[in-house]
């Protein structure tokens, strides 16, 4: 595992991106908590159960590059509600579909190498399940750290999750 800052991981943007494509798993700050992080594939959504140490159905955000490849999936999406509520609050998860995977545009820097590698992206808090989340990177457990490749260090961050927003039901879950 490597510890890095987050512009250094900014300014390495190609190399990460060829990384990530290996199959590479990343701890990063987003614009709620720390996460865990990899392409979207089913040995990734596998490998962080299993870092997670998750025994409950579990279900995956996927943070995508930009508001279109969403209604590419979901074309009944409302991009232009969706990004007046990504500026309203914190930090916002769509969700469209319970059998489907949460959708996630961060407000972070982060988001930048999203946008750059242009493929979709498994994520999920980086806490073991049911413990707190974590909101530096000194915190994160030991048993999370030696299974993953990559611990990009952003600072202190909020500590909160982010808002749902939730289609299906057409309501607003704070947590």
């Known amino acids: 595992m490597k510890t890095l800052s987050l512009d250094d991981f900014l300014q390495q943007q190609e190399f990460h991106i060829a990384e990530a494509r290996a199959g590479k798993i990343f701890i990063y700050p987003t614009d709620t908590v720390y996460g865990i992080w990899a392409l979207y594939t089913p040995e990734n959504i596998n490998r962080i159960i299993e870092i997670k140490k998750s025994t409950d159905r579990w279900q995956p955000s996927i943070i995508v590059p930009h508001f279109e490849r969403i209604q590419k999936r979901f074309p009944h999406a409302d991009i232009e509600k969706m990004k007046e509520q ?90």
Not at 87 to 107: A, C, E, S
Not at 126 to 132: A, I, S
Not at 155 to 168: E, H, K, Q, T
């Open 86 to 175: 990504l500026q309203q609050y914190h930090g916002v998860t769509y969700i469209f579909d319970y059998n489907k995977p949460w959708m996630r545009i961060i407000k972070h820097p982060i988001q930048e190498f999203v946008t750059n590698l242009d493929e979709w992206f498994i994520s999920t808090s980086c806490n073991l399940t049911g413990q707190p989340t974590i909101t530096e990177i000194k915190d994160i457990p030991s048993e999370i750290c030696s299974k993953v490749d990559y611990i990009i260090d952003g600072g202190i961050w909020w500590g909160r999750a982010s808002v749902l927003i939730d289609f299906v039901l057409n309501k607003v879950i704070e947590r």
